[in-house]
């Protein structure tokens, strides 16, 4: 049982930045790989980074070297540091967790829009 709390979301112009939390609850020793994803409208969601328990990282193409993501264990949180944002990074971002039996959960997702 694992609960996901999303936050950061917001308006910002293109160009800019924002970084989004994800503070997990629960049992959270049983989790092996967190992530965030996406969904704009009408579009399917996808994913947009994965962290690993050991640190191992991976990114869709669209955003690699615009996004970080990073954790902190002693916080149980995920974070999405997001930079050089585009009109098209526009979407409900979602926090997704991974157990190791491979049982996943999400956050209620937080909304970003990047507009002038």
């Known amino acids: 049982q694992v609960q996901l709390v999303e936050s950061g979301g917001g308006l910002v112009q293109p160009g800019g930045s924002l970084r989004l939390s994800c503070a997990a609850s629960g049992s959270i020793f049983s989790i092996y790989v967190m992530g965030w994803y996406r969904q704009a409208p009408g579009k399917q969601r996808e994913l947009v980074a994965t962290?690993?328990?050991?640190?191992?990282?991976n990114y869709a193409d669209s955003v690699k070297g615009r996004f970080t993501i990073s954790r902190n264990n002693a916080k149980n949180t995920v974070y999405l540091q997001m930079n050089s944002l585009k009109p098209e990074d526009t979407a409900v971002y979602y926090c997704?967790?991974?157990?190791?039996?491979?049982?996943?959960?999400w956050g209620q997702g937080t909304q970003v829009t990047v507009s002038s």
């Open positions: 997704n967790a991974v157990l190791r039996s491979a049982i996943d959960y």
């Open positions: 962290i690993t328990s050991g640190g191992t990282t």
